[in-house]
């Protein structure tokens, strides 16, 4: 089992930058890929990047160039900075961590770009 924190998030201004950072606990050595997903109202949820294992990453279309993922060697912290933020980046930020078969996700951490 693996328990997931998120930590930052709130209101930025269209242009503006932030980063948001997932803490995990529990057994991490079983641990695999981390990533990030985000829902806006009204819309599923979709991912918005992952690093695997192997460190090697994937992006949405839409935040490609600006959103970089990265996570610390021993897996327990996974981070998203966001960067040239829009308004359509608003949205609940999940972090979500693969183990063994599983999924575990964090509460949710909401992001809202408005001016």
């Known amino acids: 089992q693996v328990q997931l924190v998120e930590s930052g998030g709130g209101l930025v201004q269209p242009g503006g930058s932030m980063r948001i950072s997932c803490a995990a606990s529990?057994?991490?050595?079983?641990?695999?890929?981390m990533g990030w997903y985000r829902q806006a109202p009204g819309k599923e949820r979709e991912l918005v990047a992952v690093i695997r294992s192997a460190g090697n990453t994937n992006y949405a279309d839409s935040v490609k160039g600006r959103f970089t993922i990265s996570r610390d060697n021993a897996k327990t912290r996974v981070y998203l900075q966001m960067n040239s933020l829009k308004p359509e980046d608003t949205a609940v930020y999940y972090c979500?961590?693969?183990?063994?078969?599983?999924?575990?996700w964090g509460q949710g951490t909401q992001i809202t770009v408005s001016s």
């Open positions: 979500t961590v693969g183990w063994r078969n599983a999924n575990f």
């Open positions: 529990g057994s991490i050595s079983s641990i695999n890929d």
